[in-house]
């Protein structure tokens, strides 16, 4: 989606999981949700066995690095504030998928090109 397009309504996770694509186009981008992902996880680590404030570092570690993704590279606004639970899911399949090396098809189908 380019700057001055209406905002997609998709109707079902299978019908934002292509647009989200389009909207991380960019490799840093996604190496950047990557970076933001592995931290949140490596963060919840300690949240799971101490507790307390910890918790706060989970999703400060995540959104950082995507916002910033968003801001300063891809240049267009988060999927995070319109659909917020698909976008964590998503973000989940990305990085998984992108760990497995089986992300560039569903980039392929998304119309992402590669770069």
């Keep these: 989606m380019a700057h001055g397009d209406p905002p997609v309504?998709?109707?079902?996770?299978a019908d934002f999981w292509p647009h989200y694509l389009r909207e991380h186009a960019r490799p840093a981008t996604r190496a950047l949700h990557y970076a933001g992902t592995a931290l949140s996880f490596a963060a919840a680590a300690p949240a799971l066995a101490f507790g307390g404030w910890w918790w706060a570092a989970v999703p400060v570690a995540g959104?950082?690095?995507a916002w910033s993704a968003h801001l300063a590279?891809?240049?267009?606004?988060p999927a995070t504030f319109r659909h917020p639970i698909w976008s964590l899911l998503?973000?989940?399949?990305?990085f998984f998928l992108w760990l497995a090396g089986r992300l560039a098809p569903h980039l392929a189908k998304a119309g992402v090109a590669p770069r």
Aim: charged share 35%.
């Design 73 to 77: 590279v891809e240049r267009n606004r």
């Design 90 to 94: 998503a973000d989940y399949r990305m």
């Design 63 to 65: 959104y950082a690095f």
């Design 9 to 13: 309504t998709p109707r079902t996770f």
